[in-house]
C-alpha cells in the first residue's frame, strides 16, 4: 500500500541553524500538508500546498518556514533559523483532494533544537 | 476557538472491553476524522465521516455523527492490547477551506491484557 515517508527521522540541530525536513507524499495525491506536533499537546496545522503553490497557512507557518516541491516527488519544509520552541514532531500529509479530505500521514520528523 | 475536543482524555479498560470516546467541536464541519497514534510515532487515518452521515462502521470501529450536537462518537468493540494508542478526532470546517484538518487533544486509550 502506498504510504508517505519522510526523512530523517529525526534531526538535531543548533538554535539558529536552518533545517530541511523531507517528505515524499503518495504519487497520486495532489494536496500536501504540513502539521506539527510539540510534545503532549495537539497536532498543528502549519500549512497546505496545492499547484506549486501555498493554498492556505496558520499563524505559526511566518516567514522562518518556508515550503518547496523542487521536483515531482519531494516536499520539503524549510525553518530558516531554528528556535528552542521550534522542537516537535513534524508531520507531512497528502490528500487526492482537498475540502478536508482523508489525509494520509507520513510517520514524522522528531526536530530537537538545543 | 477550540475544536474537535475529544473526552475522556484517558480511558483504561480490560482486553474484550468496548471503548467509547467523544469528540465535540464549535464550528460548521464538512466531515470529521478519527486518527490513532501510537506512543511517538505517525497518525494513522481510521475513518472519515461526513456531516450528512450519522453512522458509520469499520471493522471493529463505529463512528456516529450528531450534527445538531456539534459531536461524535468512536467506539472500539472487543478492544485488544494493540488497540492502546492515542485517538484523534479532526475536523474539516465548511466553507472555503483548502482542506486543513483541526485536531483535538485526543483520549489515550490503554487496553490491558
Known amino acids: 500500500e502506498p504510504e508517505v515517508t519522510q526523512t530523517p527521522s529525526h534531526q538535531v540541530t543548533q538554535m539558529g541553524q536552518e533545517v530541511i525536513l523531507r517528505c515524499v507524499p503518495i504519487?497520486?495525491?495532489?494536496?500536501f500538508y504540513w502539521y506539527r506536533q510539540i510534545l503532549g499537546q495537539k497536532v498543528e496545522f502549519l500549512v497546505s500546498?496545492?499547484?506549486?503553490?501555498?493554498?492556505?497557512k496558520s499563524e505559526i507557518f511566518d516567514d522562518q518556514f518556508s515550503v518547496e516541491r523542487p521536483d515531482g516527488s519531494n516536499f520539503t519544509l524549510k525553518i530558516r533559523s531554528t528556535k528552542l520552541e521550534d522542537s516537535a514532531m513534524y508531520f507531512c500529509?497528502?490528500?487526492?483532494?482537498?475540502?478536508?479530505?482523508?489525509?494520509?500521514f507520513g510517520p514524522g520528523t522528531r526536530l530537537l533544537v538545543l | 476557538s477550540q475544536q474537535g475536543e475529544e473526552d475522556p482524555q484517558a480511558l483504561s479498560i480490560q482486553e474484550g472491553e468496548n471503548a467509547t470516546m467523544n469528540c465535540s467541536y464549535k464550528?460548521?464541519?464538512?466531515?470529521l476524522q478519527w486518527y490513532r497514534q501510537n506512543s511517538g510515532r505517525g497518525l494513522v487515518h481510521l475513518i472519515l465521516?461526513?456531516?450528512?452521515?450519522r453512522e458509520k462502521h469499520s471493522g471493529r470501529l463505529r463512528v456516529t455523527l450528531d450534527t445538531s450536537k456539534k459531536s461524535s462518537s468512536l467506539l472500539i468493540t472487543a478492544s485488544r492490547a494493540a488497540d492502546t494508542a492515542s485517538y484523534f478526532c479532526?475536523?474539516?470546517?465548511?466553507?472555503?477551506?483548502?482542506?486543513?484538518?483541526?485536531f483535538g487533544k485526543g483520549t489515550k486509550l490503554s487496553v490491558k491484557p
Open positions: 500529509a497528502s490528500s487526492v483532494e482537498t475540502g478536508g479530505e482523508t489525509q494520509y
Open positions: 504519487s497520486n495525491h495532489l494536496y
Open positions: 500546498f496545492y499547484n506549486n503553490e501555498i493554498s492556505e
Open positions: 464550528t460548521s464541519i464538512n466531515n
Open positions: 465521516i461526513r456531516s450528512n452521515e
Open positions: 479532526a475536523t474539516s470546517n465548511y466553507g472555503g477551506s483548502q482542506g486543513n484538518l483541526i
